[in-house]
């Protein structure tokens, strides 16, 4: 089935500085990538919509310019936080919708800021 | 914009009851349901989803789901459930097809005691 491949599965960086999330679809051409960020024992929160080619589309309440998004081809899609402070650890999700039945995820990325 | 709510937040259940986990959603139009499932420390899994056709849908692990348009639910049931349900369960919602993200809700953490 389509997979989704994200790394790295976690990283630990210091406050400051700034961490790339790759998500890559292996199988299949993805159009259309999202990103999720799920604090502990929380639910997962969709912080932006990322399209290949264009400009992502970030939900209310999350900073474009702290959390840069690239999709410059149909199989890859990053996430950059930059400038990492301890309240953007978290875990980080990215989905895409292969088909029009269903959803596949990427592993996630846990990242703890010290 | 579309929300769901899951009414539980934390059920905790003897092995070998019946299970029920609300979910609700706001959402005039034509609507794509799932529930997934999260193990501590691993990743979403998917257990089902509603497109179309019969409501009641059935899904993985002996889970099923019965979608009630007129009261806007998607509720999960198990008849019986076991040691090794115990995880946090997720309903969530997109409206219709194309590239439209997951909606989750704020999820359910189920505690199944021996």
């Known amino acids: 089935g389509a997979v989704v491949s994200q790394h790295p599965s976690w990283v630990i960086c210091k406050s400051g500085t700034s961490v790339k999330i790759e998500c890559r679809s292996l199988d299949f051409q993805a159009t259309t990538m999202f990103w999720y960020r799920q604090f502990p024992k929380q639910s997962l929160m969709l912080m932006a919509t990322?399209?290949?080619?264009?400009?992502?589309?970030?939900e209310q309440g999350v900073e474009k310019d702290k959390f840069l998004i690239n999709h410059a081809s149909l199989t890859l899609s990053t996430l950059t936080v930059t400038s990492a402070h301890p309240e953007d650890s978290s875990f980080y999700i990215c989905s895409a919708r292969p088909l029009d039945s269903g959803y596949t995820f990427g592993s996630g990325t846990r990242l703890t800021v010290v | 914009a579309q929300s769901v709510s899951q009414h539980n937040h934390h059920v905790i259940l003897s092995e070998a009851a019946s299970l029920e986990l609300g979910c609700n959603y706001s959402?005039?139009?034509?609507?794509?349901l799932f529930w997934y499932v999260q193990y501590p420390g691993q990743h979403l899994q998917l257990l089902l989803k509603y497109f179309s056709g019969d409501p009641l849908v059935k899904g993985i692990k002996g889970f099923e789901a019965e979608f009630i348009k007129s009261k806007f639910s998607f509720n999960l049931r198990k008849p019986s459930v076991q040691w090794s349900d115990t995880a946090e369960y997720f309903c969530?919602?997109?409206?219709?097809?194309?590239?439209?993200?997951?909606?989750f809700g704020k999820g359910t953490r189920l505690s199944v005691i021996a």
């Open positions: 969530a919602v997109n409206a219709g097809s194309g590239n439209t993200p997951l909606v």
């Open positions: 959402y005039g139009g034509t609507v794509n």
């Open positions: 990322s399209n290949e080619g264009s400009k992502a589309t970030y």
